[in-house]
């Protein structure tokens, strides 16, 4: 079972011995403070710490220093304390246990708590177009990348559907190179309904699909529009199929018929804005 954290205290550090590598008393101490994470909690490494650190530190729960890095992240410290986080010294070895063998935590690793999501509605007020909606991806390093590619294409808001996709776990905060922290996540429960409410509120739906009949390059991006994209494996839903205004393919030349879901909204999002530099749009870009 998932450990909860709500009601932990978070106010004080803890800094253990450093011969923390032999068994007793304080490996069972740290043992306690990490004793039921998973990988959808932690954070490791030092840009990723440092990046949710700077953007958000009052999402750290824990942060766990190798021995002797103290002085290095004393900033870091300060502001994790400041927000009613913990810090917690420990030995590569333990460091080790908490990540699993073969993760590079560089002596440095967080723990987080869940992230908290903007209102569907709180986004639709701020008219972002166009406008990203997820539904259905499930690897949390293609939402990551998807983050990046549209934070680098000055894409301010992304719509998660709830159901059978991931949300912002700390893999894809890590995959996102920092780019969460500069856009607008909300999540959306039914997404025809969602899709619905975007088209009352003057957007064109674009879905993308390999088959789809109107090609990337003679989409019409003069309109406020909403790109949606779906699993990895099956595309977007016939729901998202049926409600959606124009059902878009980029055009591939090789043997392979499809590519990978982060890579086909880097490229769509980036012809969009190409075109719009040339063509300003008649909506709110």
């Known amino acids: 079972m998932k450990k909860r954290f709500g009601g932990q205290s978070r106010h004080h550090s803890i800094n253990l011995p450093p011969d923390l590598d032999a068994p007793g008393q304080a490996g069972l101490r740290l043992q306690h403070h990490w004793r039921g994470y998973d990988s959808q909690e932690i954070i490791f490494g030092v840009e990723p710490v440092l990046e949710i650190i700077a953007a958000a530190p009052a999402r750290i729960l824990t942060l766990y220093l190798k021995l002797g890095a103290e002085a290095r992240f004393e900033p870091q410290i300060r502001a994790i304390k400041a927000n009613g986080g913990e810090v917690v010294t420990a030995s590569n070895h333990d460091l080790t246990r908490i990540t699993g063998r073969g993760a590079r935590h560089q002596g440095i690793v967080a723990t987080v708590r869940e992230y908290t999501y903007q209102s569907f509605e709180q986004v639709l007020l701020s008219k972002p177009n166009p406008l990203l909606l997820l539904d259905g991806i499930t690897d949390p390093r293609n939402l990551g990348a998807i983050m990046r590619s549209s934070e680098c294409a000055g894409i301010r808001a992304i719509v998660l559907a709830k159901d059978r996709t991931v949300g912002l776990t700390p893999a894809a905060i890590k995959s996102s190179a920092g780019a969460w922290a500069h856009l607008a996540v909300a999540r959306c429960g039914n997404v025809a309904h969602a899709l619905e409410q975007l088209k009352g509120e003057g957007y064109w739906v674009a879905a993308m699909d390999p088959e789809g009949e ?59 804005v190409r075109r719009r530099a040339d063509r300003p749009s008649n909506g709110d870009v």
Do not use: M
């Not at 059902?247 to 030349?253: C, E, G, L």
């Open 214 to 272: 109107t090609s990337l390059y003679d989409l019409d991006v003069t309109r406020r529009l909403t790109l949606v994209l779906g699993s990895e494996g099956h595309g977007i839903r016939d729901i998202v199929r049926k409600t959606a205004d124009f059902i878009v393919r980029i055009p591939v030349y090789g043997r392979i018929s499809s590519l990978n879901v982060s890579v086909a909204a880097a490229i769509a999002l980036f012809e969009i």
